[in-house]
């Protein structure tokens, strides 16, 4: 069950909402995998008949089959929609966290094409909500891993933007002197230009549109090469470095029973976001 099911909970008072919130926000039953399985099915589809209305020979040979299977879609995930806040304890929480909002934006548009017919498109947003495949799959295991990966990608945001502008230098003074070196009878009409060709080059995309031809641009051009190679594996190692610490400060953690957070200083006794009291520290 996620942290924000949990949260989310309707009390006991209430069977049929008890026996709803447990068919949709979990899939421990038999119903709730069903149930899962369905919906991603669905989104999938979903996300099919909009691309497929997007290609002119198709719209114009299935238009009322694809507008049909749109509002079929649609009129099923209003219906799920509308469920979710019927069967939670909050709705209003529901509604504003991030797959509430996506579960409106994958409705909303098809409503406004009565309006905006162009808008029907934005409605390829519903591919967001198959991330609740993982909770099928049951990742929450690999929670801890995500949160190492997280904690590492902040740990080394100095760093990387360190490596960005030491980048932009190299990029900004390789496109100059290609620029003086070849010339625009060559292609590099402008700095500009010759930088776009430099930031290529240097990430060893090699598009091709660009190439020096003198003998000391395309000198130049492989020391750009080479030093593209050094530089793709610098911000691998940063990051790889902040995650071996992360794992290390993750060896012992405490979670918290009610709401899950993970996130709590060394001698913290009571939960930050909501209040439960922790248990000892234990092995991860």
């Known amino acids: 069950m996620t942290r924000l099911g949990k949260s989310l909970r309707p009390n006991c008072a209430s069977a049929w909402r008890e026996q709803l919130y447990i068919i949709i926000f979990e899939s421990d039953t038999r119903a709730g995998k069903l149930f899962d399985l369905g919906l991603i099915l669905a989104i999938a589809l979903s996300v099919l008949v909009v691309m497929l209305d997007s290609v002119r020979e198709y719209q114009q040979q299935y238009t009322v089959l694809l507008h049909g299977a749109e509002w079929f879609f649609t009129l099923i995930f209003t219906v799920e929609y509308i469920l979710r806040l019927l069967c939670v304890d909050r709705p209003a ?39 609740r495949v993982f909770r099928i799959l049951k990742l929450g295991a690999y929670l801890g891993e995500a949160d190492i990966l997280v904690q590492s990608l902040a740990a080394s945001r100095k760093k990387i933007e360190v490596f960005v502008f030491a980048v ?13 070196v070849e010339g625009e009878e060559n292609g590099f009409t402008s700095i500009p230009r010759s930088i776009y060709w430099a930031i290529v080059t240097l990430t060893t995309v090699g598009y091709g549109d660009i190439a020096p031809h003198t003998n000391l641009g395309q000198a130049l051009a492989s020391v750009i090469m080479i030093c593209g190679y050094g530089i793709i594996a610098v911000p691998t190692g940063i990051v790889s470095a902040e ?42």
């Open 93 to 131: 929480r529901y509604a504003h966290s991030f797959f509430g909002i996506v579960d409106l934006l994958a409705i909303m548009p098809t409503y406004f094409s009565f309006f905006l017919p162009e808008v029907v498109f934005v409605v390829v947003i519903r591919v967001l909500r198959i991330l």
């Open 168 to 180: 932009l230098m190299l990029v900004i003074i390789f496109g100059s002197l290609m620029y003086l």
């Open 243 to 284: 995650m071996v610490r992360a794992s290390e400060k993750q060896k012992e953690v405490r979670i918290c029973s009610n709401c899950g957070d993970r996130f709590h200083d060394a001698h913290a006794q009571f939960c930050k976001s909501c209040g439960q009291e922790l248990p000892e520290l234990t092995d991860k």
